[in-house]
């Protein structure tokens, strides 16, 4: 129980000091580049960090038309977020399909995410921010549900 609880602890550490930049710098507010130069490359970022698991680097291009989530989220829903999003992304694979622009300054793509032998296909939004930065806004989350039910059964 005490190695579960220093584990724990260590663990919330480790994110608190993710989620506050570290020694490296934070969002915008704190000088460092936040978002992607494009909008496909923020869907690659985006599912690179949920696959790393790196809390960091998806708060950097995960956001809005107002630019990062980091800069404008509660550091405390924040995590919650990222953590339940993180369940369901994770993956072997990756594969961005079609983009269907409905608007300017924002682009869906179909997503093919691979974990194991499961392949579940879902719409990811990309919006343009702040510096002509791109962000993801929106993931659909329910074709992706069975893969982080999977996950937490290991």
Same mark, same amino acid.
């Given at each position: ?19 506050? @930049? ?16 494009? *909008? ?20 950097? &291009? ?33 594969? &961005? @399909? ?17 974990? @194991? ?11 343009? @921010? *702040? ?24």
């Amino acid at each position: 129980m005490k190695r579960l609880n220093v584990s724990m602890i260590a663990a919330g550490v480790m994110i608190a000091t993710a989620a506050c @930049g570290g020694n490296s710098g934070g969002g915008g507010s704190h000088g460092q580049m936040t978002g992607a130069a494009s *909008p496909k490359l923020a869907v690659e970022q985006f599912l690179a960090a949920a696959r790393a698991q790196d809390l960091q680097a998806f708060s950097s &291009i995960w956001g809005s038309e107002r630019g990062a989530a980091r800069d404008v989220v509660d550091r405390s829903q924040l995590e919650k977020r990222e953590l339940t999003m993180m369940c369901y992304l994770t993956h072997d694979r990756f594969e &961005i @399909g079609a983009d269907i622009t409905p608007k300017q300054g924002e682009h869906d793509y179909t997503v093919e995410l691979t974990r @194991g032998r499961q392949t579940r296909e879902t719409k990811i939004t990309a919006v343009q @921010g *702040p510096s002509e930065r791109w962000y993801v806004l929106d993931v659909q989350l329910a074709p992706l549900q069975d893969l982080c039910s999977n996950q937490q059964k290991r």
